[in-house]
């Protein structure tokens, strides 16, 4: 074993896998990537249902290797965060370590290798496994009795289905979250007939996105100005947040800002139908760009609001007997957020796999590693900043505290696990923090874990970098597995 080359293998080529492989290229080591689909993007290769954007600012959605002078607006269209993904993959040179069409289903660690399994029945082994899976990766569908009896297309919005032509189609949107406001507002203001069911109202960002100047897009050009943007955006990012994390005036500003979107609404019922009853924040927030309050005043756009009680062919039944006629259904109803890696099995140190490690409840090591699980990494694993870092700035962290650690590991001749001492440490420091935060305000999200604890990172963005920085060796593991390099 001693003369086999040290390799790193990743599952995803998504932003996290794309961000792991060039850091891995650039430090010379062996890897490869695998991944399920033909293409790399993840979520911004799966969801391409009209009216998605991204809910950051397009430069906060950016590789820290790979600048985008040229975003066409504030907060870009998924299709042109796609497209810049793929650049970023070809720039790079990433797609020659990329295995398309190769999903790992079986992960285990024996002898001090990871042994993977492929789907189509190939083989590989790594020194460090990293799962670069996704956290909103795996469609969620509701259990409503009648699902398969639909006549017309029915689909997940993660799949959308561009064959089917808008016009003349009475379409039915099940779900209130983030998807669900994009898709009725875009099918709305397209003119469709379009019914949006919800169970719960949200809280939504009515925000403006325009259209970068040439001016603007010159500027970043300019290396000073570039610095300085990047340094506005720091600032900005640490400080926006705050009113996440403790009750006060930001947080009741806020609470009355949003609360003012919904003066536009004329109807007192609809106005009441879509007022949120919990706090601003405790789930995450979608955001609309054309307007979605006044998209839901136009004739042909409806809220229907309750439990359905069943899906029929030509339509839905509501639990209070009203009946609803549907030619197109639309399942925006997220995620399984907690799945993580899986339904990949895995099994780390004494044949333990990762769903009995987290049968009770969910954990993490930073949201990157768990004990029991040695040279095995997750990049935005449980309780990552999935609502407060912008995604590809919480994987700088992540990543630079990884290779860190696997630096440490080859010196050694070993594989690195953190303890469970620091692991309970970690997640009794992340317990103690989220009382006041906006995520326990008596709503129920996709980030709540099994024990009505949400399963996000609850500080502010510096704290993630402060704690990625200072992690110390002592928290961690090291198992003699092959010569020191
Ligand atoms: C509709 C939607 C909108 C979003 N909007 C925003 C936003 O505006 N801002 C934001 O910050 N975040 C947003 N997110 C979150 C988004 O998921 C992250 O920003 C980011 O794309 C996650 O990247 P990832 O690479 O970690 O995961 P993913 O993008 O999910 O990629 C995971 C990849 O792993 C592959 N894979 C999974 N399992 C295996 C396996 N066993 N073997 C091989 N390959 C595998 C998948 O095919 C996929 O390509 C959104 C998510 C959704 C669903």
């Known amino acids: 074993m001693a003369d086999r080359k040290f390799r790193v293998v990743v599952a995803g080529a998504?932003?996290?896998?794309?961000?792991?492989?060039?850091?891995?290229?650039?430090?010379?080591?062996?890897?490869?990537?695998?991944?399920?689909a033909a293409e790399v993007g993840g979520t911004w290769r799966d969801n391409t249902f009209p009216g998605l954007f991204v809910d950051v600012l397009s430069r906060q959605y950016e590789f820290p290797f790979q600048p985008n002078y040229d975003w066409s607006r504030k907060y870009a269209p998924a299709s042109e965060i796609w497209a810049y993904i793929k650049?970023?993959?070809?720039?790079?040179?990433?797609?020659?370590?990329?295995?398309?069409?190769?999903?790992?289903?079986?992960?285990?660690?024996?002898?001090?290798?990871?042994?993977?399994?492929?789907?189509?029945?190939?083989?590989?082994?790594?020194?460090?496994?990293?799962?670069?899976?996704?956290?909103?990766?795996?469609?969620?569908?509701?259990?409503?009795?009648?699902?398969?009896?639909?006549?017309?297309?029915?689909f997940h919005s993660a799949h959308w289905d561009h064959g089917v032509p808008y016009d003349g189609k009475r379409w039915g949107v099940i779900g209130s979250g983030a998807s669900g406001v994009q898709i009725t507002e875009a099918l709305a203001w397209a003119g469709c007939e379009v019914t949006q069911f919800i169970r719960r109202a949200q809280w939504v960002h009515i925000r403006e996105n325009p259209h970068s100047t040439w001016k603007e897009r010159l500027k970043l050009r300019l290396p000073f100005a570039y610095r300085r943007e990047q340094r506005?955006?720091?600032?900005?990012?640490?400080?926006?947040?705050?009113?996440?994390?403790?009750?006060?005036?930001?947080?009741?500003?806020?609470?009355?800002?949003?609360?003012?979107?919904?003066?536009?609404?004329?109807?007192?019922?609809?106005?009441?139908?879509?007022?949120?009853?919990?706090?601003l924040g405790c789930t995450r927030i979608p955001k609309s760009d054309k307007n979605y309050y006044a998209a839901v005043q136009l004739p042909n756009a409806h809220i229907v609001k309750g439990e359905?009680?069943?899906?029929?062919?030509?339509?839905?039944?509501?639990?209070?007997?009203?009946?609803?006629?549907?030619?197109?259904?639309?399942?925006?109803?997220?995620?399984?957020?907690?799945?993580?890696?899986?339904?990949?099995?895995?099994?780390?140190?004494?044949?333990?796999?990762?769903?009995?490690?987290?049968?009770?409840?969910?954990?993490?090591?930073?949201?990157?590693?768990?004990?029991?699980?040695?040279?095995l990494f997750m990049l935005y694993g449980p309780f990552?900043?999935?609502?407060?870092?912008?995604?590809?700035?919480?994987?700088?962290?992540?990543?630079?505290?990884?290779?860190?650690?696997?630096?440490?590991?080859?010196?050694r001749g070993a594989a690195v696990a953190p303890t469970v001492e620091a692991t309970e440490k970690f997640m009794a420091r992340l317990g103690a923090a989220f009382p006041g935060t906006v995520w326990v305000g008596g709503c129920k999200n996709w980030y709540t874990g099994d024990e009505g604890v949400p399963v996000l990172w609850p500080f502010p963005q510096s704290e993630h970098k402060a704690f990625f920085e200072g992690v110390p060796a002592e928290d961690f593991r090291f198992i003699p597995t092959r010569p020191p390099d």
Not at 22 to 33: I, M, N, Q, S, Y
Not at 242 to 261: C, K, T
């Open 14 to 36: 998504g932003v996290s896998g794309l961000f792991m492989a060039e850091t891995l290229k650039r430090a010379g080591l062996d890897f490869a990537v695998y991944e399920k």
């Open 87 to 154: 650049k970023v993959a070809h720039d790079r040179g990433l797609r020659k370590f990329i295995r398309f069409n190769e999903e790992i289903v079986r992960a285990r660690f024996t002898d001090g290798i990871w042994h993977l399994d492929t789907a189509k029945g190939n083989r590989d082994v790594a020194d460090v496994f990293i799962c670069a899976t996704g956290f909103l990766h795996k469609p969620l569908f509701p259990d409503i009795a009648g699902r398969e009896s639909f006549a017309g297309p029915a």
């Open 232 to 279: 506005r955006l720091w600032q900005f990012i640490n400080e926006f947040d705050r009113w996440r994390l403790e009750p006060g005036a930001a947080r009741d500003a806020m609470e009355e800002e949003y609360r003012s979107y919904l003066d536009c609404i004329k109807d007192p019922e609809l106005k009441r139908k879509l007022t949120p009853d919990y706090n």
């Open 308 to 375: 359905i009680a069943t899906i029929v062919p030509d339509g839905v039944v509501m639990a209070d007997g009203t009946e609803v006629d549907l030619d197109v259904l639309v399942y925006a109803t997220g995620f399984d957020a907690h799945a993580y890696m899986r339904p990949m099995q895995v099994t780390g140190l004494n044949g333990t796999t990762i769903d009995e490690a987290w049968r009770e409840k969910i954990y993490s090591y930073g949201g990157i590693a768990l004990p029991g699980f040695p040279n």
């Open 384 to 411: 990552a900043p999935v609502n407060n870092v912008p995604v590809p700035l919480g994987l700088d962290q992540e990543i630079g505290c990884i290779m860190r650690l696997i630096a440490e590991a080859r010196a």
